[in-house]
């Protein structure tokens, strides 16, 4: 019984590393530019199957296997070239519009990268193979766990960390802050708001995009993988509370661990289980657990 507990929670708390990757990002981007990027999920997809074609590529160069990891994040890192054409292209003539307008724009883009992704690499799922268990396994508690969960477990807990230490140690990280506080008191003071909204949407996009990459070699790329992304995402930030990057963390965690328990007991309720705790945030604190104006 208490394996079969552990199994659960470290499953959900793999899958609560990568969620959190992109709901950092759809969190940052949200709390300098306002905007609720639905893309995320897309970019997240992007990610996954840039990430294949990466380690595909790797080993058809007779690099040694057991560095695959560095392929998947170079591939992740490359996809993310996306994020300022979307935000210079299409984004930054919206910062003004309703919200409304900018939803249905980023589900735009969300249809586009999942038709382009179609025609670049079609209908079929792809992996990268038996790469998942090259690291081996180990027991802990009783309970045989890939290493491959552990490293990405591992990658996601140094990545919230960073990206703490960036938001309140680095002169970007308070701009950022101050950014998604006044807008207009840190344009008065010299704060190039274009260039800013580029880097902080890339950052968003390299957080998704490596999170897709990531997740490859423990499932398969599918078309519609973005937009299964997409719903656990918002049940993220409505729990965590908008705007909030310690929410996102404790709502990928919610999230993860939830839907790895509905999946080990009845798994139609999967999604049914997460729809039921994102009504009661809303319902006894709307703002959600750790909502707030800026990041």
């Known amino acids: 019984m208490m394996s079969h507990i552990l199994n659960v929670l470290l499953s959900g708390v793999f899958h609560a590393s990568i969620l959190f990757l992109v709901a950092a990002g759809l969190q940052v981007v949200f709390g300098v530019q306002k905007i609720f990027n639905l893309a995320c999920g897309s970019f997240y997809a992007l990610g996954a199957y840039v990430g294949v074609s990466f380690v595909q590529a790797f080993l058809r160069a007779g690099l040694p296997p057991e560095l695959f990891v560095l392929a998947l994040v170079a591939g992740g890192l490359c996809a993310a070239v996306v994020g300022p054409v979307v935000e210079r292209g299409l984004l930054r003539f919206v910062y003004d519009r309703d919200e409304t307008f900018q939803l249905l724009l980023t589900f735009a883009v969300v249809l586009m990268l999942e038709d382009a ?55 970007f990280g308070r701009i950022i802050r101050a950014a998604a506080d006044n807008r207009e008191m840190a344009e008065a003071l010299g704060v190039d708001m274009p260039w800013m909204y580029v880097r902080v949407f890339t950052l968003g996009t390299v957080l998704g995009t490596v999170g897709g990459a990531l997740v490859i070699p423990a499932t398969a790329t599918m078309t519609e993988m973005g937009i299964e992304l997409i719903v656990e995402a918002f049940a993220v930030v409505v729990i965590g509370g908008l705007g909030s990057m310690r929410g996102a963390f404790v709502g990928a965690l919610v999230v993860g661990i939830l839907r790895s328990i509905a999946i080990s007991t009845y798994p139609e309720l999967e999604m049914l289980l997460i729809y039921l705790i994102v009504i009661a945030v809303l319902v006894l604190k709307p703002r959600g657990l750790f909502g707030e104006v800026g990041v």
């Open 117 to 171: 992704i179609r025609m670049v690499w079609g209908t079929s799922p792809l992996s990268t193979g038996g790469l998942y268990l090259l690291y081996g396994q180990v027991r802990i508690l009783g309970v045989t766990v890939p290493v491959y969960n552990l490293i990405v477990i591992g990658a996601g807990l140094l990545i919230a960390l960073l990206i703490g230490y960036m938001l309140t140690r680095t002169k």
